[in-house]
């Protein structure tokens, strides 16, 4: 594995994290940043953890815990018809993100080509770039609301050895439905490539969208690994929980890696992970509704706005193209946080080429997002008559 | 084109990974029992809505305990808020700094019983030397990695060799925040980064967190990489282990 420097993957976190240190020293500023759920962990699912507490309980294995993997499992059978095995099949990451980077490491040569949807989430950068891959840039189209599309992975298929496919996409929202999940995983298994398949997003999807789980497309279970967690479904983006779900000889060596790095996912966490998993799923649901809301009420604001933006079909983003505006996505984040006090992060930040749009989650209540759309209606305003001068 | 299959990818695998051990050995053996004031701290912070990302370093009030905590025990003051990194424990310390320090390929200079990490290191593409087999006149670069537990002479001596050298010192300190126990041995302030592990604090094994201290220099690519790698150290975690230093300093004074 390699330790060379992430340069454009980490060029891109830190541009993020630059905008987010500025807000972190400004008064109300509203926050339509990091992909954080402004909602706190639901209060049954910790109590039902604190319950078993303080103990005696089972240490964790490097794996995880049993009971959690088991659940998973379950949650496959039932809501996938898919069935897992939890002995062999499941390995419990501090968050989808160690996921992320101890597949890299686990599957990734130094040289090898790992192809990737731009834009993207610049942690697949950094955990490429660490195990010493390649990156190779799979081409999205607005025009096709920045899915992925199986003829343009046909055309670099050859280059590479991995294919990550996040569905639904962050930061474009877009949705890739199961039709094309299909195409996309034939080309894949006729090509030779393994798949990553990150399904973070899974539980917010809209418009009666399904997310097709790649491992259960035909010929794709041996070589499909699934990558997912508790943060974005449960709200709980602090607990770090998360999980891989592949061949049983993958998640022995991602499970040995894990070991040798870091070590089980905190105990504390992963009983938290099962009472969420184990307990009523109505606030599931309910965090659904709230974010379909607030999905239609950016919309509509941008659409009156003129602000065109690619349709989300899942996920808690809206991609929207502020190229008209003239200034690069950097300086207008820049000014419309300090001017007019809204984080939102530059295109730039997930590739780029993408100076001429943003990233705006879908982070704050409705009233705040309403008061965000007016805030950002003055700052273009102010630039168009700046521009008009 | 080269066609992957599954065999194929199963074969490459187990060979990638056949030195490293199935579970590790951080698997805790006994049962956990955690200390009543340890959930009821972490109880109230996640009901109080504590259920979020930290900031990427860590909860600012653990950072500076750990600081004051090694300034105790004889470190350098470590600035809480460019100098130190909180992680999952002491195992990610180590990687993320492997990581921050980008030594593919350089040598590491092991130093007394590293043996735990001794397939870690190989894994990261790291040539381990003892450290006792060094010319006296080796000018080379690389790293050196030393565990607190050994001999304060040896410790010496190794600082020595670190403050005529260009070798970056990691020093390992295990479980030394949260004892009151013996002082570090000797730190070459811009040279060494300090790492350790919180979870052998009493009541707090449940939950896991680590530390990395030094010079901003050094700290900051090794920010970069915890953040890139794990995002933040779980919340309850952290919580844990600030309430597990708060009631140790309580005892102490």
């Known amino acids: 594995m390699s330790a060379q420097i992430a340069a454009g993957g980490e060029q891109a976190t830190e541009l993020r994290y630059s905008l987010m240190e500025l807000a972190e020293t400004l008064t109300d500023v509203i926050l339509l940043g990091r992909g954080d759920p402004d909602m706190h962990t639901p209060p049954p699912i910790i109590e039902a953890a604190l319950a078993g507490f303080p103990g005696p309980l089972d240490p964790s294995p490097v794996q995880g815990l049993p009971r959690l993997r088991q659940a998973i499992a379950h949650r496959y059978q039932r809501e996938k018809g898919f069935d897992l095995d939890p002995e062999r099949e499941i390995l419990i990451t501090t968050g989808a993100q160690e996921g992320l980077f101890l597949t890299m490491l686990a599957l990734v040569d130094p040289g090898d080509g790992v192809l990737v949807p731009d834009p993207r989430y610049s942690s697949y950068d950094q955990a490429i770039e660490a195990a010493g891959g390649r990156i190779v840039d799979i081409p999205t189209r607005a025009a096709r609301d920045f899915r992925l599309e199986p003829e343009a992975l046909a055309d670099r298929a050859s280059q590479g050895k991995l294919l990550i496919l996040i569905n639904p996409s962050n930061p474009t929202g877009s949705l890739v439905p199961p039709d094309e999940v299909r195409a996309i995983a034939d080309v894949a298994r006729r090509s030779g490539l393994l798949m990553i398949s990150d399904e973070i997003y899974e539980s917010l999807v809209f418009d009666g969208g399904r997310v097709q789980s790649v491992a259960a497309c035909d010929g794709m279970r041996d070589r499909t690994v699934t990558l997912s967690g508790f943060s974005k479904t449960y709200a709980m983006t602090g607990l770090r929980v998360g999980y891989l779900a592949g061949p049983a000889v993958f998640i022995d060596a991602a499970t040995r890696i894990k070991a040798a790095v870091s070590g089980p996912c905190p105990l504390f966490s992963q009983h938290v992970a099962i009472a969420a998993l184990e307990g009523p799923q109505e606030p599931v649901r309910a965090f659904h509704r709230v974010f379909e809301g607030r999905r239609r009420v950016m919309m509509e604001g941008l659409a009156a706005l003129g602000i065109p933006f690619s349709q989300p079909g899942g996920g808690f983003y809206i991609w929207a193209d502020i190229s008209k505006f003239g200034l690069p996505a950097p300086e207008f984040c820049r000014q419309l946080l300090t001017g007019s006090r809204v984080l939102m992060f530059p295109g730039s930040s997930f590739g780029r080429q993408w100076s001429g749009y943003v990233r705006i989650s879908l982070l704050q209540p409705e009233a705040k997002l309403g008061e965000a759309l007016e805030r950002i209606g003055r700052f273009i305003g102010t630039l168009k008559a700046e521009r008009r001068a | ?253």
């Open chain 2, 1 to 253: 084109m080269i066609v992957l299959e599954p065999f194929d990818f199963a074969s490459r695998l187990a060979g990638r990974v056949a030195e490293l051990e199935p579970q590790g050995a951080s698997a805790a053996p006994a049962p956990v029992v955690v200390a009543p004031a340890i959930v009821a701290a972490v109880g109230e912070a996640l009901l109080g809505g504590e259920t979020h990302y930290t900031s990427r370093p860590g909860l600012p009030a653990l950072r500076a305990r750990i600081a004051e905590a090694l300034v105790r025990l004889g470190a350098p003051a470590y600035d809480p808020d460019t100098g130190v990194v909180i992680t999952a424990g002491e195992r990610e310390s180590l990687f993320v700094t492997l990581l921050g320090l980008r030594v593919r390929g350089a040598s590491v200079w092991t130093a007394g019983d590293s043996s735990r990490y001794a397939s870690l290191f190989r894994f990261m593409g790291l040539t381990p030397h003892d450290i006792a087999a060094r010319e006296p006149n080796d000018g080379s670069g690389g790293l050196l990695y030393r565990e607190r537990a050994a001999a304060a002479r040896a410790h010496e001596e190794w600082s020595r060799i670190v403050s005529e050298s260009p070798l970056v010192d990691v020093l390992n300190v295990a479980g030394a925040i949260g004892s009151s126990g013996a002082p570090l041995p000797p730190i070459v302030p811009d040279r060494t980064i300090v790492i350790g592990g919180l979870d052998r604090l009493p009541g707090d094994a449940a939950f896991g967190a680590g530390f990395v201290a030094g010079p901003p220099a050094l700290i900051g690519p090794v920010r970069t990489w915890k953040q890139a790698f794990s995002i933040c150290t779980a919340a309850p975690s952290q919580r844990a282990a600030l309430t597990a230093l708060d009631a140790q300093e309580k005892e102490i004074s």
